[in-house]
């Protein structure tokens, strides 16, 4: 028995016309990562690597501790940091790689299927053999290539859109990290101030100057405030813990401090014209919810192609027909028969006609447009929200800096003045100074919430999962920090 050359004629013609895809056997999983680093770099100003060998990690560790070597990090050098050092991150850049493979394997021609029979029945005995292949599959091989096509480009986009995410994420978790550490220095001297009037209170309380109502109003005020600061170390240390957390770092690296202070409001607001265009434009996960739709487009192309027949093989073979005769002496006469032989082999659509997948596949399609249009819709709002939480956070930041801020300290300087004079009790004097520090709380959280919607404005226009709502709470709520 041997092949059948008719046969390896038909499995050679996948390959005459297998021009759209081709990989060799080095196939370099990494393939399409340079457009997630570009695009990612065009966006944030940073570099992403993926690791995927002890070399590479080894020259990420080093970067890593060069930019943790400083002893304050600043927010470019956190994101920075993540971008490199996040195992997150990098498990969303192995989808590429997954999705390459696939479109690796749906390039590859189905392997064909060998069978050998063996017939024999008295005198007369057979030897078959086929080698059969799905015609189906090969019918359909470009069109399966088109949509494993769309899902690399779809993965590669996700794995911008993680990208810009995790930067995102970490920045403003840096914002959040250094207000909680700035509002130590604020309730650190209310604490001071409410130590001061308790103590006094106390003295003039035994010398029966001031009633004890009043005494008992300023060591309440220092139980509350010593209490307060408590709250605050412990909502800093777990706001860092968060950015340590993004970052990567662990160990030796958890050395590392944040600023004392948020940095000072910018002179001049970034120019944002066509906000919504802009979004439209840029977004990540829009284009990637137009892929999707592409997708399935071409996925229904594919089901309607094979509505009624979804198993085609064609077989191709020898037959050996061996048949043993007695003749009259005693003798045997042996006589051989090779003939070829061809088998086709399908379903036959009595039960499934293949409407249900072919009307599954209008819904999917379906669904996916209503989707991408609802998206469309969201993201012109949210880049509207975005941009308004800039701009008004930024207005309400520069109101305390330059209105509420000045008088507070005029209000205490004079109060200085008039104690000074003996025109005024220190009780005043201490009350005017805990109302100061109060004020300079009100405008550090007006300049943490500027920053947070800073860093959303930019995800609301590129894409960051939803980081532009969260920049775009204004949030007044007198809140404490820690020593770090």
């Not at 340079?34 to 080894?58: L, P």
């Not at 995790?166 to 220095?185: C, M």
């Not at 604020?186 to 103590?199: I, P, Q, S």
């Not at 939803?466 to 204004?474: F, K, L, Q, R, S």
Request: proline fraction near 2%; hydrophobic fraction near 45%; charged fraction near 20%.
């Amino acid at each position: 028995m041997r092949r059948s050359l008719k046969r390896l004629t038909i499995l050679s013609l996948p390959f005459a016309l297998s021009g759209c895809v081709t990989f060799g056997e080095n196939f370099e999983p990494g393939l399409g990562f340079d457009y997630v680093a570009n695009r990612s770099g065009e966006t944030i100003g940073k570099d992403t690597v993926w690791i995927q060998n002890t070399a590479q990690a080894a020259v990420v560790n080093q970067r890593v501790s060069q930019l943790l070597a400083s002893r304050y990090v600043s927010a470019d050098s956190a994101v920075q940091i993540a971008l490199l050092n996040n195992k997150g991150l990098q498990a969303a850049y192995a989808e590429i790689g997954l999705s390459v493979t696939e479109l690796w394997q749906e390039s590859l021609l189905e392997n064909p299927s060998l069978s050998v029979g063996y017939m024999g029945i008295g005198a007369a005995r057979t030897i078959e053999g086929f080698i059969a292949s799905n015609i189906i599959a090969l019918m359909t091989r470009d069109r399966r290539l088109d949509v494993a096509e769309v899902r690399v480009m779809q993965a590669k986009l996700r794995a911008v859109e993680r990208t810009l995410s995790l930067a995102t994420q970490t920045r403003q978790a840096w914002v959040e990290a250094v207000a909680a550490w700035e509002s130590v220095g604020y309730l650190n001297r209310a604490k001071t101030a409410a130590d001061a009037a308790a103590e006094l209170a106390a003295e003039l309380g035994r010398t029966g100057a001031i009633p004890r109502p009043e005494q008992a109003r300023e060591q309440a005020f220092y139980a509350e405030i010593t209490g307060q600061v408590a709250e605050a170390r412990l909502s800093a240390r777990l706001a860092k813990e968060r950015l340590i957390r993004l970052m990567g770092v662990w160990g030796r690296s958890l050395d590392f401090e944040v600023p004392n202070a948020l940095p000072d409001l910018p002179g001049s607001l970034r120019n944002q014209n066509s906000i919504e265009a802009q979004a439209l434009q840029n977004r990540v996960d829009l284009q990637v919810a137009k892929l999707e739709l592409d997708a399935l487009a071409r996925s229904y192309g594919l089901t309607q192609a094979t509505r009624y027949v979804s198993d085609l093989e064609l077989a191709a073979g020898l037959e050996l027909e061996q048949e043993i005769e007695e003749e009259e002496d005693g003798g045997e006469t042996e006589s051989n028969k090779l003939s070829g032989a061809v088998e086709v082999s399908f379903q036959i659509p009595i039960f499934d006609s293949g409407q249900a997948r072919l009307r599954r596949a209008e819904f999917a399609y379906l669904r996916a447009a209503n989707l991408l249009a609802e998206k469309g819709i969201n993201i012109r709002s949210e880049a509207r929200s975005a941009h308004q939480a800039y701009r008004s956070t930024h207005e309400i930041a520069r109101h305390y800096r330059s209105s509420v801020i000045p008088l507070s300290r005029i209000i205490n300087e004079e109060a200085v003045l008039t104690y000074n004079a003996m025109l005024t009790s220190p009780f005043n004097l201490l009350a005017d100074a805990r109302g100061a520090i109060n004020s300079n709380i009100l405008f550090l959280n007006a300049k943490r919430s500027f920053w947070l919607a800073d860093a959303g404005l930019t995800a609301a226009i590129y894409g960051g999962g939803g980081a532009a709502e969260a920049g775009g709470e204004v949030e007044m709520a007198e809140s404490g920090g820690a020593e770090h």
